[in-house]
């Protein structure tokens, strides 16, 4: 019914309305804007491209008038199929088996717009208005999507000029998702508002907004719009469908009265948003305080303009093509930050990344050309932006421990259990664990894990080679705030932890946990490596903590620091400058002048600290 009415439509204003279309009260409609979706997944892109390039016969369409294409690459002998121009703009990301990878927009006005003074001259148009149609829309479509449109072209060999535009589902961060930006009713509805307003200056109206008729689908909409009138209907044939338009037309009226109803319930429901919006407008305030703020970091975050990098590069502009840009070695197209070399057939994205294909240089040479041209503020511009692109697609590497030294081991256990007076079984389970080994040096490495997944993040260092080795270190890529050295003792390891203790080196959390002799209670032995970072997540869930810091000025301030974080946490201070020197004390009190060592020891602790072990 849809194409038979679209085709009466046609028939009727050539035969009795040439200045436009009348409805039932004799006063003529504004022209309406139109746009419908399609959602292509892979096995529809190719199908509706041979569509749109012709390669499929066109009944409706006449072979002699050739389309316009005004986003995208025009066709050649090595061009690429729509399908991967799409592909290639979603990237590397993984892509779900029944994901839609492209939306087809099919954008045009009623024939009323294109032809006032005879809507059914199927085929025909006014030039100028033609012109203003279409570039409104390719600014729409730029300023609404930028590069996530692949394609759009013109199609003028029909009875009704209208758009084709390919859109690449991305959503703000880059991912694949046309459910966030098409999913139900009211995004739909918001992408209507948007071409409508953006048509609007050319005289076009929206539909009406909430009606509960069905929308007509892509395939449905092209068949009517593009059929041309059929002139052999009888008389009867013709009345019959007057009369299908008559219903139509009182249908329409029915859905006027229910738009105005809901009008009247929409101002009941503003009056009650009132009060909400004075209650909301000091947020606001905060918000645009806050905008303001950090507006120049925002501008920071642009990058130069691709097409005047270009032209300084000695590229001449196409001028049948605006986002064509060429010499004797490249043809580049340009799309906001992104460009693509035709000739070389690879792309980059960012000023920098085009000066350095142009002008084949390092990411130096390139700061240093762009300097020269532009100036070292907008030159910081592309740098920041380019940065920001690395930090998002550049993969961190993951922390790789220190390989272990089988053959270093047993020097490095002598020094934990002569010179630190540790139990050989102790240091031998936390060996056993992986948790304490020898590196290739004869450092003690003690493994760095996050408190919730048990994921290694770093290893401190302890040297232990030759006499008085002073050696204390993180290994190369650690992570100190997200991981210390622990491990656990008392009752049974799948019992809940019950209590935690935070020493300042992994040593002195063994040195404490052999002071305190106890298997009453699961206790987890955390070192914080002399720096006060602590887990504080993990130790807000644990309801008895205790910080056993060092008794020396540091020690002290950090334990301060602390307890300000975690208020209802226990203090415990050694005797002894620190734990492990209490616990060698055990063992050689005798012989120890211990007043004048504890002296020394704050003496020189207190003249600044850096990791203890």
Not at 24 to 49: C, D, F, Q, W, Y
Not at 299 to 325: C, F, I, Q, T
Not at 391 to 396: C, L, M
Not at 407 to 420: C, D, G, I
Request: glycine share 6%; with cysteine; proline share 4%.
């Amino acid at each position: 019914m849809a194409i038979a009415t679209a085709a009466l439509k046609l028939c009727v204003s050539q035969r009795g309305h040439p200045s436009g279309h009348p409805t039932a009260t004799g006063k003529k409609n504004m022209p309406h804007a139109i746009a419908r979706i399609a959602k292509l997944k892979a096995g529809n892109v190719g199908s509706s491209e041979q569509h749109t390039k012709r390669v499929r016969e066109t009944p409706n369409a006449n072979p002699e008038i050739d389309n316009i294409r005004f986003i995208g690459q025009a066709d050649t002998a090595n061009s690429q199929t729509l399908e991967a121009l799409v592909r290639q703009r979603i990237g590397e990301q993984t892509i779900r088996k029944n994901a839609v990878l492209c939306v087809e927009m099919l954008l045009t006005a009623s024939p009323e717009y294109f032809r006032p003074d005879d809507p059914g001259k199927a085929g025909y148009y006014h030039p100028e208005r033609l012109e203003a149609f279409q570039r409104t829309v390719h600014k729409w479509l730029d300023d609404q999507y930028g590069d996530r449109i692949v394609r759009a072209e013109l199609h003028l060999d029909e009875a009704t000029p209208h758009v084709h535009a390919y859109l690449v589902p991305l959503d703000e961060r880059g991912k694949l998702n046309c459910r966030g930006l098409f999913g139900g009713r009211q995004k739909l509805s918001k992408f209507q508002d948007s071409y409508a307003e953006a048509m609007s200056p050319l005289g076009l109206e929206r539909g009406i907004k909430g009606s509960r008729a069905r929308h007509t689908q892509v395939k449905e909409y092209y068949a009517a719009v593009t059929k041309s009138p059929d002139l052999t209907l009888d008389m009867t044939t013709i009345q019959h469908q007057l009369a299908d338009r008559t219903r139509a037309i009182k249908e329409k009226e029915q859905a006027r009265r229910t738009a105005k109803a809901l009008a009247k319930e929409k101002s009941v429901l503003q009056q009650r948003l009132i009060e909400a919006e004075t209650r909301i407008k000091t947020q606001n305030k905060e918000i645009e305080k806050w905008k303001t703020k950090y507006a120049d970091i925002a501008n920071k975050m642009r990058d130069l303009s691709l097409a005047k990098v270009a032209y300084e590069l000695g590229l001449d502009p196409d001028p049948k093509d605006k986002h064509k840009w060429q010499n004797q070695h490249h043809i580049i197209n340009i799309t906001g930050s992104k460009f693509y070399d035709w000739k070389q057939t690879t792309g980059g994205g960012g000023a920098i990344d085009l000066v350095m294909h142009v002008n084949e240089c390092d990411f130096k040479q390139s700061v240093a050309w762009l300097n020269e041209r532009f100036g070292e503020g907008l030159t910081l511009e592309a740098v920041t932006y380019k940065t920001r692109e690395i930090i998002q697609k550049e993969p961190v590497l993951e922390f790789t421990p220190p390989v272990p030294d089988q053959s270093k081991w047993q020097a490095v256990r002598k020094y934990l259990t002569r010179e630190r007076k540790l139990p050989s079984g102790l240091v031998d389970r936390l060996h056993q664990q992986g948790l304490v080994y020898a590196d290739k040096n004869q450092n003690a490495v003690f493994i760095r894990r996050s408190m919730d997944e048990e994921k290694i993040t770093g290893a401190s260092l302890r040297g232990t080679a030759g006499y008085n080795n002073t050696f204390k270190g993180l290994a190369k890529g650690s992570k100190r705030n997200q991981g210390w050295f622990y491990f656990h003792q008392g009752e049974q390891s799948s019992d809940p932890i019950r209590r935690v203790v935070l020493v300042e080196s992994p040593i002195d959390a063994m040195s404490l946990a052999v002071l305190e002799r106890t298997d009453s209670k699961k206790t987890l032995y955390v070192s914080t490596d002399g720096t006060g970072q602590i887990p504080t997540e993990f130790l807000a869930e644990v309801k008895e903590v205790v910080i056993a810091l060092d008794n020396d000025r540091s020690g002290r301030e950090m334990a301060q620091k602390v307890m300000s974080q975690l208020p209802n946490a226990i203090r415990k201070t050694p005797k002894a400058i620190d734990w492990n020197q209490e616990l060698v004390n055990t063992f050689n009190w005798s012989s120890l002048n211990r007043s004048n060592e504890i002296k020394q020891h704050q003496h020189e602790q207190d003249r600044g600290r850096g990791l203890s072990l």
